[in-house]
């Protein structure tokens, strides 16, 4: 662990050289806080899977997405995340009990999912959760490409990143710096894929009033206020 965190702290330390003054990083105790400086914006973002308000909402169970992630055999026990982006949703899924395997293709990205992990696997509250959860650097078509039977996942995740909005509101800070440093994977080929592969389900991500995606329709539907969540079932 102490080997891993070293390593880590030396890519942010030189990340943040190679970027200079658009990107910095502070490193927590339980996460980092990023610093992206493109005026006339200074955003700051806070990465945790330990901070206090995030596992608040981490424990509760009658979230949308932890019900379109389950089902009434309650046997869907690993989950495949696609599109890993900050990683949250993964852990809430680890929270309440799933094996997840969370795939980002971005490599800073990666690198500060796994450094707020390795936090949170020392911290006694996050320390279950954290510990159910493999971060994956790479590229989720070629990871489904490439699973054999051995594998298999019973639950499929895939959260395309959602557009910049076209009002005058400003996306979330760690939504403008999501975008701004990466971008979504082939999602057809994610999506098409993720169909043929899943054991159980594929749930996918959706603002609450967009079409499901590839005008594809869903078999379940679970909502939140601005969010929902389609389900897609495997008919095997």
Known sequence: MTSELTQESK???DYSGIL?????????????????QQ??????YKHSYSEHHFLKRAEQSNQALI???????????TVLDLTG???????????HGHNVTCIEQNQLLHMINAY???????IKRSAMAASRIAMIHGNSIDFLQNAGEIDSFDCIYLD?????????????????????LTQNQDIKACFDLALQKAGKRV???????????????PDLVYREKTIRFDVYLNPN
């Open 85 to 95: 982006g900050w990683g949250m949703d993964s852990f809430i899924l680890a929270y």
């Open 203 to 217: 749930v996918v991500k959706r603002p609450a009033k967009s079409p499901p995606i590839f005008d594809l329709i």
């Open 116 to 122: 707020s992990l390795n936090r949170a696997r020392v």
């Open 20 to 36: 200079c003054q658009q990107l910095k990083f502070e490193m927590l105790n339980d996460g980092l806080v990023i610093n992206l």
């Open 67 to 77: 019900k379109a992630s389950n089902n009434k055999a309650r046997n869907i026990n």
């Open 39 to 44: 005026p006339p914006d200074n955003i700051h």
């Open 160 to 180: 395309p990143m959602f557009p910049e909005h076209k009002s005058s509101a400003k996306s979330t800070k760690g939504l403008q710096i999501l975008q701004k």
């Open 11 to 13: 890519f942010f330390r």
